[in-house]
């Protein structure tokens, strides 16, 4: 009965993989984060955006290092899938805290030289309480 257990589990973890086309999320293409439909609006928005030629949702949204970048991805993706599954995720949609601190680093790794005059003044790095339509364009 176990081994039953177990296969039908297995069996339909890999079937939801599949369906979900999770092999997709391992990629830099923007459009593996629409194949949920609740990220449409925040895929939209960044098409045009003043970052879509310049960055995806990679550079931004996890971490550049291999382990952290995956590590990221596999937390994002059970998070996301969770979600979606059992419909209980925040609409519109809210990035988390540990996020929120990846797209920070992010920013700074990408626009150091704009703003170690401000780093070096001792002031905090809050990028996104100004600016946080610059990646997904304006708030609705």
Known sequence: MLAIAGGGLLGATGYGFMYAEGLSYLSN??????NCHIMRPQYDAWSKSSHHAVATCND?????DLIGKYMTKVEHGYRH??????????????????????????????????????MDAGHGMNCVHCHAGIGHGARR
Do not use: M
């Open 29 to 34: 293409d923007p459009k593996a984060c629409v």
């Open 60 to 64: 931004c949204h996890v971490p550049h």
């Open 81 to 118: 899938s969770k979600g979606f599954t059992f419909q209980d995720f925040h609409e519109p949609i809210r990035i988390t805290d540990g996020s929120l601190q990846i797209v920070e680093a992010n920013c700074l790794r990408c626009h150091q030289s704009l703003v170690s005059q401000t």
